[in-house]
């Protein structure tokens, strides 16, 4: 092979080459992120948003809140996508801990949910949005029960750039067939719902067409939309993290995680994390 192929060679494998260690080494920040829960000085210094596995209306609490939540927790990646100029990537983990402690009260053996939005900046990957979650069974509640638990207060509103895009998309979760139709079809979108044994992949995500959810966050007014939502430096991928209201039925108010990423007929969601707190 002459040197001009070998160097075209090594030019058209030098974007999947980069684009593995963007995934590895994101991965490894996201780890370390989880990991350094369990400690006394969790790294939250990077932080846009974290919803922690208690209900928190503040966009990061402050570490004292989470200092060693969690006990020797292990990872085991179910997604870790890569944009395609390989300076952000969304990760999605189970995380199996020998305890979570949420204030005075610990419970053993757990599996908790976690998706991360991450960052390359700086030639260092950083989280700037994460959720942790454990699965909990839906409970119908009193047909006299009120307000809905779990409300989510959000008082910050998205940055002005991001504000129609968080609108399109929580008015599509409102309509089941808009909500569907908002999903890329990408055979890497995941789908977790608040509840065990929702996980749904690929094609199987757009069920959610059924689901009666509404965004309890969405407004006509950029300033009164209730959520939080951030960009990559590349402008490929988004979060976005609002209250969503569940079920009549059930009388609760979700926590709503969204990863968006930009195709050819515009932004599509590619992962959602519903979470109800401890």
């Not at 927790?73 to 020998?98: F, M, N």
């Not at 307000?147 to 968080?166: D, F, I, M, R, Y």
């Not at 399109?168 to 977790?192: C, E, P, R, Y």
Request: hydrophobic share 45%; with cysteine.
């Amino acid at each position: 092979m002459t040197l001009r192929a070998l160097v075209a060679v090594a030019l058209a494998l030098a974007p999947s080459i980069a684009r593995a260690d963007a995934k590895a080494d994101a991965t490894k920040a996201f780890t370390d992120f989880i990991t350094s829960l369990a400690t006394e000085k969790p790294a939250l210094s990077d932080l846009e948003a974290f919803l922690p596995l208690y209900l928190d209306r503040a966009p990061v609490p402050v570490a004292t809140d989470v200092k060693s939540t969690l006990e020797a927790p292990k990872l085991k990646v179910l997604r870790a996508d890569v944009s395609k100029s390989g300076t952000s990537v969304w990760i999605v983990a189970e995380v199996k801990t020998k305890s979570v402690k949420v204030f005075d009260d610990a419970t053993k053996n757990v599996t908790l949910r976690a998706s991360g939005f991450l960052v390359l900046d700086k030639g260092a990957w950083h989280v700037r949005a994460a959720d942790l979650s454990r699965a909990v069974e839906d409970k119908p509640a009193d047909p006299n029960c009120g307000n809905a638990s779990h409300q989510w207060g959000l008082e910050k509103a998205p940055p002005k750039a991001l504000a129609a895009t968080v609108r399109m998309t929580l008015t599509a979760v409102d309509q089941g067939k808009s909500h569907a139709a908002l999903l890329s079809d990408s055979k890497n979108t995941l789908v977790l719902g608040s509840a065990p044994g929702e996980q749904f992949a690929g094609a199987a995500a757009k069920g959610v067409k059924k689901w009666q959810i509404r965004s309890s966050g969405n407004s006509d007014d950029d300033a009164n939309i209730r959520a939080l939502a951030g960009i990559g430096p590349d402008a490929d991928l988004m979060w976005i993290a609002a209250p969503i209201s569940g079920p009549a039925k059930l009388c609760t108010e979700y926590r709503g995680f969204f990863v968006l990423a930009k195709e050819a007929s515009g932004w599509k969601i590619v992962h959602e994390h519903y979470s109800s707190p401890l």
